[in-house]
């Protein structure tokens, strides 16, 4: 092995390019390929056989002499900057978000050359992945999936509406009305269930199984939707720099000055779930000076707009409102939509204090909070008196001694209301994200189904300072996905090689 071209591992660049030039009593030593680095003493598991030619690319990652955690990721760096994003391991697609347009990567033509293509015939691409799944369906009459996965900003979202559009596109129906609902409905869906992070500005905090069901003719019949953690702790608190859900800034910057007067909306720092976090819009240059001043946070006013070509809080609601009606929801409906979404934002107004006048430490809605206590009776439909008394005590039911079965008010301490405040409002928002979901399941059913393709779009792995629940379950998933990526690709193709 001695002069051999090796990578060696590096906390700074991840590996180094290089040749063993001496094998000392501590480990071999490497000079790097860059004259300008020292040579490097390192061990052997810390040291990777990399390809003669390092500079040349190969569609498939098993067509490397050498495959190893190295010489996968130069090969996948070398395309990427020629803007091939896409790169396979076997028959694991590797894509590698671009954050911004390739032209004609997802054309109607690209979509039709793809189709019927065996794996490997044509570059690799999303695509392509989409059409073995149809293509092993139909011939061994069986359903498939499809996971995609990886880290926050990792452009999951965008490849699972490729592989929507590529589905519904060639193997739709010629009327083409059902196929648009379930394309439309990843529109939705981002609004009530994305949200600014510090990595990503339009990050699902939610998982989702799409199933694209077929008839025996193998042509689209219909859709349905699976949801599964959503990161209800995002509703009542966000770290810094980091929004709410996408749909409460776009109420807030797109709702009519009729909608905000019955809703009573104001700007997003007037409201404590979103005032937390970053309270900017996102805005287009064409929306960006016409909000008016009262719809505006201090933080926009300063800093001004958020900037994102994806993202427009103004345009994105019409267009939500719009979508939502062509499901099949009616002015009433979606308007009541709405009314639950700042029903969330003025509960979280309510804020509680001491009740001196309790001698068993209960609390009280505070003075400067009963004008949202009002709105937000109002807007449930309730008496506020109440929505008081459910706020400020908990209710108990006597199964020993005395008489069972009797009911007791016990008053809550500031702590306690707050919590259960939150809890209220998260419980909401909740309810209303799976009431958006069955309505889209209802606009797009099916009278029979053969086999489905199922698409898994995982919510993306971050790290935050204070974790919710949610997102430890997600990380978790995504950790043991990446356990069996790197046994089924790395592990097992490096024993084959090996008994080669």
């Known amino acids: 092995m001695d002069r051999d071209k090796v990578w060696v591992a590096s906390s700074k660049d991840g590996f180094i390019l290089g040749r063993i030039i001496e094998f000392a009593e501590d480990g071999p030593v490497v000079q790097p390929m860059d004259r300008g680095l020292k040579p490097v003493i390192t061990t052997y598991d810390r040291m990777y056989p990399a390809e003669e030619e390092d500079k040349k690319e190969v569609d498939d990652n098993c067509s490397l002499m050498y495959l190893n955690e190295a010489t996968l990721l130069n090969n996948v760096k070398l395309r990427y900057a020629k803007d091939k994003i896409y790169t396979y391991v076997a028959n694991i697609l590797v894509a590698i978000n671009p954050y911004f347009d390739i032209k004609d990567l997802y054309t109607p033509r690209t979509i039709k050359s793809y189709h019927g293509k065996s794996l490997g015939t044509m570059p690799p691409h999303v695509f392509a992945i989409a059409d073995k799944a149809f293509r092993d369906m139909k011939v061994l009459k069986q359903s498939q999936s499809v996971i995609v996965s990886g880290e926050s900003g990792a452009g999951k979202t965008e490849s699972t509406k490729h592989i929507l559009n590529y589905l519904c596109t060639n193997f739709g129906q010629s009327a083409g009305s059902l196929e648009k609902k379930i394309l439309n409905a990843n529109p939705i869906l981002e609004a009530f269930g994305n949200a600014k992070t510090t990595r990503n500005n339009n990050s699902s905090r939610f998982g989702k199984f799409i199933e694209i069901h077929f008839d025996g003719r193998c042509q689209v019949a219909g859709g349905y939707i699976s949801h599964y953690l959503l990161e209800r702790a995002r509703v009542v608190s966000q770290n810094d720099q980091e929004r709410n859900y996408h749909i409460f800034y776009q109420l807030c910057a797109g709702a009519t000055d009729e909608m905000r007067r019955k809703l009573r909306l104001g700007a997003p720092d007037h409201f404590r779930y979103l005032a937390r976090g970053c309270s900017q819009y996102f805005l287009s240059k ?12 201090a933080e926009h006013k300063k800093k001004g707009c958020l900037s994102d070509a994806m993202l427009d809080d103004v345009n994105d609601f019409k267009s939500v409102d719009r979508d939502l009606a062509n499901i099949g929801m009616s002015d009433a409906e979606r ?16 804020s509680f204090e001491d009740d001196p006048d309790d001698n068993r ?10 004008p949202s206590l009002v709105v937000t009776a109002n807007l449930m439909g309730l008496d506020a008196d109440e929505l008081r008394r459910a706020l400020t005590a908990r209710v108990m039911q006597a199964t020993k001694g005395g008489y069972k079965g009797t009911v007791i008010m016990v008053p809550l301490k500031v702590h306690e209301a707050s919590n259960a405040r939150d809890a209220l409002a998260k419980s909401l928002y909740s309810r209303l994200f799976d009431y958006i979901v069955m309505r889209i399941n209802k606009s ?16 993306g792995f971050e790290y935050f300072t204070v974790n919710s629940f949610e997102q430890f379950c997600i990380n978790y998933c995504n950790e043991k996905l990446q356990q069996f990526f790197n046994q089924r690709v790395l592990k097992d193709e490096q024993e084959l090689y090996k008994k080669e």
């Open 361 to 370: 430490g209960g609390c009280r809605i505070t003075d400067q909070s009963e």
């Open 335 to 350: 308007m009541s939509v709405y009314t639950t979404i700042a029903t969330v934002l003025h509960i979280g107004n309510i």
């Open 286 to 297: 064409q929306n960006e000076g016409s909000l008016p001043a009262d719809r505006l946070s």
């Open 444 to 459: 797009i059913p099916f009278q029979s189904s053969n086999y489905y393709i199922g698409v898994l779009d995982i919510a």
